[in-house]
Nanobody, 114 residues
Framework: QVKLEESGGGLVQPGGSLRLSCAAS????????MGWYRQAPGKQRELVAS???????NYADSVRGRFTISRDNGKNTVYLQMNSLKPEDTAVYYC????????WGQGTQVTVSS
C-alpha cells in the first residue's frame, strides 16, 4: 500500500514563500508521475503542478512562474516551492501519485493573509 504524507504548510503573508514536501512510502515512487493539487473552500480540487519520472513538469496557468515542483527520488519525496504567494493561493494542498487509480495524502493547509 502506498502512503503519502505532506508537510510544510502554514500561514504566510502575501508575497512570502513556503515549501511543501510530500514523502511517499513504498518502492514505486521513482517510476510514477507525482502531482500537487489544491482545494479552496467551496471550490473543486484543481491541479497545481505535476512532474514525471524524467522530471518533465506541468503547471497551472495561475501558478506558472511562481511555483516550482521538483522531486528527489533518493528520498521518495516531491516538493512544491511556492514564491510570491497571493491570498488566492489559500487552500488545502494535496499530493498525489499516479499509480493505479491514484493515491492521495491527507493534505496540508496553506493560508496567505496579512
Amino acid at each position: 500500500q502506498v502512503k503519502l504524507e505532506e508537510s510544510g504548510g502554514g500561514l504566510v503573508q502575501p508575497g512570502g514563500s513556503l515549501r511543501l514536501s510530500c514523502a511517499a512510502s513504498g518502492n514505486i515512487f521513482t517510476i510514477y508521475t507525482m502531482g500537487w493539487y489544491r482545494q479552496a473552500p467551496g471550490k473543486q480540487r484543481e491541479l497545481v503542478a505535476s512532474i514525471t519520472p524524467s522530471r518533465y513538469t506541468n503547471y497551472a496557468d495561475s501558478v506558472r512562474g511562481r511555483f516550482t515542483i521538483s522531486r528527489d527520488n533518493g528520498k521518495n519525496t516531491v516538493y512544491l516551492q511556492m514564491n510570491s504567494l497571493k491570498p488566492e493561493d489559500t487552500a488545502v494542498y494535496y499530493c498525489k501519485i499516479y499509480y493505479g487509480l491514484g493515491y492521495w495524502g491527507q493534505g496540508t493547509q496553506v493560508t496567505v493573509s496579512s
